[in-house]
């Protein structure tokens, strides 16, 4: 330390101290005065999302580039990003352009099995290489070899259970690998089937510096984190044709349908509620879907009476898996899911109702054969010739109403397809609705098997015959013709709703309604919630800007501030973490509405400027300050993640004992990955390193340990967090 030669040396008295009440309100300054244009681009390029600027293929529609650009900055900032356009948008050609720039090497696509032979047509098309593999092989542990890199996985909602085996098998195959998921309703039931997707591709804590700090505890409150992730249209797509919807409620007579459900309660079922629960709601569903349906139903369930008789015989009960098969319990239905869990033991079954089967049984075939109204009702709707979809979730109905209906019906199950009485490969009729077809059947009636992912737009109608479990299924029924390169304008929805007396025990409306909410609850089907508004404002603002202080007449008193957050490291700078705008008005009060900050920002894009003072800014920022702290701590805490917790304790020690023996044969390479794998393990994981872990803390092998110094390093590399103010608008009465 040097000593001051000079005489007097400099003092500091107390007179010349300065109580600071806000340290950082020291730091935060109006700046200099610029156009309001260029504020406004300024704060607009400070909460808009990251945007990669890299060439995009020339095939691209003009609306899919920002989305791709989009997905291809949160893929190198999070290794992970949900692609969430509507259906028929044309999510696969995005998807694809962003495998063309991330790559050349071949690409590994999970999608479902009947959408493989339309991602191979579409890439080799476009010239790109990929290795495609179904979600069904994946549940038997077979997916795309000999590929590394990205991975494209399609209809991503299906992964929203994290105990199914599929599930199981993807994470594990990500491990090291960033992914896009595909999915235009990637939230079916509620928040968490988000979450469980989001983890197969980030780690639990990526989204921590944005407010969420993990995404097994994802809920609405925390949804303006998603936008960091999830890229959905901010707009309108400019050539989806709209969807005119109506619903039809035909009941049968009410005798005929009295009879039937005394009947069906007349059936003993099970001891147990919730398998009785479950054996009547397929009953009930086969007698909403068709005559046909509820025979079809009887007979299985006689079936399976028989075998159940045979397993007492030997000491058994007939497993869950038999009884699931039976009922045809999908991941998409809400019915009864104890009944298919462990905890729920084997499926004790009534014996005493094989008499009683018959009975009703005979009853459905008399009703096969009788008038019936619901049939009839949609001979009347599809009487005008427009080419027509008809969704059904029984193949007995799909017979039933091919033979209805004439011998010019197209029809399709899981297992055959064909026209009239003549069978045919499914690719056959289902190309007879593709675009630019025309000559063959104007009526397709299939089972959700054409549900998902299929060009059919041809189709100016979709008819709902029988209803699904979910509004999800609703969607994906509508966007084989309501999509891109329809041939209508206009596609017309017609839904048969159930016999009230059926639905006021299957409760079905009631699940269609509470899941067409679950989306709504993180912002999905809005363009101004509260994270797609940033990609609106990026859209509307975006440009050069310029950091200052301006001012605009208006009707409202009070000011626009914008502010960034930066994660400052040694070596490598400043790097943006977050960017937010809070409107303050003239009382004081901080409001972050998104459609308020949306509303305001246009508003000065065109107001009149005026002059402004620097006692009305310093105020402004006065109130602004403590929204700045409070983001400056949500990214500080983002450092100290929690981690794994105690349960990693045994998995630490070896990796510590490890690296002391790596210390001890001055073995570098080995000693830093140890410690890059001491510091993954301590902070948040994604679902197959969350697995690979636990499986080496439950008594790996040593030989396994440096797996996990081939993961990438934690991805929040910064030491420290500062704010910058990106622009500063009062807005002045007058």
Not at 258 to 285: D, F, K, N, Y
């Given at each position: 330390?040097?000593?001051?030669?000079a005489t007097?040396?400099?003092?500091?008295?107390?007179?010349?101290l300065?109580?600071v009440g806000d340290?950082?309100?020291?730091?935060?300054?109006?700046?200099?005065?610029?156009?309001?244009?260029?504020?406004?681009?300024s704060?607009?390029?400070?909460?808009?999302?990251?945007?990669?600027?890299?060439?995009?293929?020339?095939?691209?529609?003009?609306?899919?580039?920002?989305?791709?650009?989009?997905?291809?900055?949160?893929?190198?900032?999070?290794?992970?990003?949900?692609?969430?356009?509507?259906v028929?948008?044309?999510?696969?050609?995005?998807?694809?352009?962003v495998?063309?720039?991330?790559?050349?090497?071949?690409?590994?696509?999970?999608v479902?099995?009947?959408?493989t032979?339309?991602?191979?047509?579409?890439?080799?098309?476009?010239?790109?290489?990929?290795?495609?593999?179904?979600h069904?092989?994946?549940?038997?542990?077979?997916?795309?070899?000999?590929?590394?890199?990205?991975v494209?996985?399609?209809?991503?909602?299906q992964?929203?259970?994290?105990?199914?085996?599929?599930?199981?098998?993807?994470?594990?195959?990500?491990?090291g690998?960033?992914?896009?998921?595909l999915?235009?309703?990637?939230?079916?039931?509620?928040?968490?089937?988000?979450?469980?997707q989001?983890?197969?591709?980030?780690?639990?804590?990526a989204?921590?510096?944005?407010?969420?700090?993990s995404?097994?505890?994802?809920?609405?409150?925390?949804?303006?984190?998603?936008?960091a992730v999830?890229?959905?249209?901010?707009?309108?797509?400019?050539g989806?044709p709209?969807?005119?919807?109506?619903?039809?409620?035909?009941?049968p007579?009410?005798?005929?349908?009295?009879t039937?459900?005394?009947?069906?309660?007349?059936?003993?079922?099970?001891?147990?509620?919730?398998?009785?629960?479950?054996?009547?709601?397929?009953?009930?569903?086969?007698?909403?879907?068709?005559?046909?349906?509820?025979?079809?139903?009887l007979?299985r369930y006689?079936?399976?009476?028989?075998?159940?008789?045979?397993?007492?015989?030997a000491?058994?009960?007939?497993?869950?898996?038999?009884?699931r098969k039976?009922?045809?319990?999908?991941?998409?239905?809400?019915?009864?899911w104890?009944v298919?869990?462990?905890?729920?033991?084997?499926?004790?079954?009534?014996?005493?109702?094989?008499?009683r089967?018959?009975?009703?049984?005979?009853h459905a075939?008399?009703?096969?054969?009788?008038?019936?109204?619901?049939?009839?009702?949609?001979?009347?709707?599809?009487?005008?010739?427009l080419?027509?979809?008809?969704?059904?979730?029984?193949?007995?109905?799909?017979?039933?109403?091919?033979?209805?209906l004439?011998?010019?019906?197209?029809?399709?199950?899981?297992?055959?397809?064909?026209?009239?009485?003549?069978?045919?490969?499914?690719?056959?009729v289902?190309?007879?609705?593709?675009?630019?077809?025309?000559?063959?059947?104007?009526?397709?009636?299939?089972?959700?098997?054409?549900?998902?992912?299929?060009?059919?737009?041809?189709a100016?109608?979709?008819?709902?015959?029988?209803l699904?479990?979910?509004?999800?299924?609703?969607?994906?029924?509508?966007g084989?013709?309501?999509?891109?390169?329809?041939a209508?304008?206009?596609?017309?929805?017609?839904?048969?709703?159930?016999?009230?007396?059926?639905?006021?025990r299957?409760?079905?409306?009631?699940?269609?309604?509470?899941?067409?909410h679950?989306?709504?609850?993180?912002?999905?089907?809005?363009d101004?919630?509260?994270?797609?508004?940033?990609?609106?404002?990026?859209?509307?603002h975006g440009g050069q800007?310029?950091?200052?202080?301006?001012?605009?007449?208006?009707?409202?008193?009070?000011?626009?501030?914008?502010?960034t957050?930066?994660g400052i490291?040694s070596?490598?700078?400043?790097?943006?973490?977050?960017?937010?705008?809070?409107?303050?008005?003239?009382d004081g009060?901080?409001?972050?509405?998104?459609?308020?900050?949306?509303?305001?920002?246009d508003?000065?894009a065109?107001?009149d400027?005026?002059?402004?003072?620097?006692?009305?800014?310093?105020?402004?920022?006065?109130?602004?300050?403590?929204?700045?702290?409070?983001?400056?701590?949500?990214?500080?805490?983002?450092?100290?993640?929690?981690?794994s917790?105690?349960?990693l304790?045994?998995?630490?020690?070896?990796?510590?004992?490890?690296?002391?023996?790596?210390?001890?044969?001055?073995?570098?390479?080995t000693l830093?990955?140890?410690?890059?794998?001491?510091?993954?393990?301590?902070?948040?994981?994604?679902?197959?390193?969350?697995?690979?872990?636990?499986?080496?803390?439950?008594?790996?092998?040593?030989?396994?340990l440096?797996?996990?110094?081939?993961?990438s390093?934690?991805?929040?590399?910064?030491?420290?967090?500062?704010?910058?103010?990106?622009?500063?608008?009062?807005?002045?009465?007058?």
């Amino acid at each position: 330390m040097r000593s001051w030669r000079a005489t007097p040396a400099p003092t500091i008295v107390a007179e010349a101290l300065v109580a600071v009440g806000d340290p950082l309100r020291t730091s935060l300054r109006a700046g200099a005065d610029a156009p309001v244009s260029a504020v406004v681009r300024s704060i607009a390029a400070g909460v808009a999302p990251a945007v990669a600027t890299d060439p995009l293929p020339g095939w691209l529609r003009s609306d899919q580039r920002y989305p791709c650009a989009r997905a291809l900055a949160a893929l190198r900032e999070f290794h992970g990003a949900l692609l969430a356009l509507p259906v028929g948008s044309g999510k696969t050609y995005v998807a694809l352009a962003v495998a063309s720039v991330w790559q050349r090497s071949p690409v590994a696509c999970i999608v479902p099995a009947a959408l493989t032979g339309q991602w191979e047509r579409t890439a080799a098309r476009l010239g790109i290489r990929i290795a495609v593999s179904s979600h069904e092989r994946a549940s038997r542990g077979r997916l795309p070899s000999g590929t590394t890199g990205l991975v494209l996985i399609d209809e991503s909602h299906q992964f929203r259970h994290a105990d199914i085996a599929r599930y199981g098998a993807v994470a594990a195959f990500l491990v090291g690998r960033p992914a896009l998921l595909l999915s235009a309703t990637p939230v079916v039931n509620c928040i968490s089937d988000l979450g469980a997707q989001l983890a197969l591709a980030l780690r639990d804590d990526a989204l921590a510096p944005h407010g969420l700090p993990s995404l097994a505890t994802l809920d609405e409150r925390q949804r303006a984190a998603l936008g960091a992730v999830i890229i959905a249209p901010p707009l309108p797509i400019a050539g989806m044709p709209r969807r005119r919807s109506r619903r039809i409620a035909v009941e049968p007579p009410a005798e005929g349908l009295a009879t039937t459900l005394t009947l069906i309660e007349q059936l003993q079922l099970s001891q147990s509620p919730a398998i009785s629960a479950l054996v009547r709601g397929v009953l009930l569903r086969a007698l909403a879907s068709s005559p046909a349906a509820l025979s079809a139903a009887l007979r299985r369930y006689h079936l399976l009476l028989l075998q159940h008789a045979d397993a007492s015989a030997a000491g058994r009960t007939v497993s869950r898996s038999e009884l699931r098969k039976w009922a045809g319990v999908g991941h998409d239905q809400l019915v009864m899911w104890q009944v298919v869990s462990p905890a729920s033991g084997g499926a004790d079954l009534d014996a005493a109702d094989g008499e009683r089967i018959h009975v009703i049984l005979e009853h459905a075939e008399r009703l096969c054969s009788a008038v019936d109204p619901k049939a009839e009702r949609l001979r009347v709707a599809l009487s005008d010739g427009l080419p027509a979809i008809v969704f059904t979730v029984s193949r007995a109905t799909v017979t039933y109403l091919r033979d209805r209906l004439g011998t010019r019906v197209a029809w399709c199950t899981g297992t055959h397809a064909g026209i009239g009485h003549t069978h045919l490969p499914r690719a056959a009729v289902l190309d007879g609705f593709r675009p630019g077809t025309n000559g063959g059947p104007n009526v397709l009636v299939t089972t959700e098997v054409a549900a998902e992912g299929l060009d059919l737009q041809r189709a100016g109608r979709i008819i709902h015959y029988d209803l699904p479990w979910t509004a999800n299924r609703l969607d994906q029924r509508e966007g084989r013709a309501a999509r891109l390169g329809s041939a209508h304008e206009t596609v017309d929805v017609l839904r048969f709703d159930p016999p009230a007396a059926v639905d006021l025990r299957l409760r079905q409306l009631d699940a269609i309604v509470r899941t067409a909410h679950a989306p709504a609850a993180i912002g999905l089907g809005t363009d101004q919630s509260a994270w797609r508004w940033r990609d609106v404002v990026a859209l509307r603002h975006g440009g050069q800007g310029e950091p200052g202080t301006a001012a605009v007449r208006s009707s409202h008193s009070g000011a626009l501030a914008g502010y960034t957050v930066h994660g400052i490291a040694s070596g490598s700078g400043a790097h943006r973490i977050a960017g937010e705008l809070v409107w303050v008005g003239a009382d004081g009060v901080l409001v972050s509405d998104p459609a308020w900050l949306l509303s305001r920002l246009d508003e000065a894009a065109t107001a009149d400027a005026c002059a402004w003072n620097r006692t009305d800014a310093a105020r402004a920022l006065d109130y602004v300050s403590g929204a700045i702290a409070e983001s400056l701590r949500i990214a500080h805490r983002a450092r100290w993640r929690a981690g794994s917790g105690a349960t990693l304790a045994k998995l630490a020690r070896r990796l510590a004992a490890q690296a002391a023996a790596a210390a001890r044969a001055r073995d570098g390479t080995t000693l830093a990955s140890i410690e890059r794998a001491r510091s993954i393990i301590a902070g948040g994981l994604t679902a197959g390193e969350r697995r690979l872990v636990d499986r080496l803390n439950a008594g790996g092998s040593d030989e396994e340990l440096p797996a996990l110094g081939a993961l990438s390093p934690p991805a929040v590399p910064w030491t420290a967090v500062e704010a910058r103010l990106t622009g500063l608008i009062l807005f002045q009465r007058g």
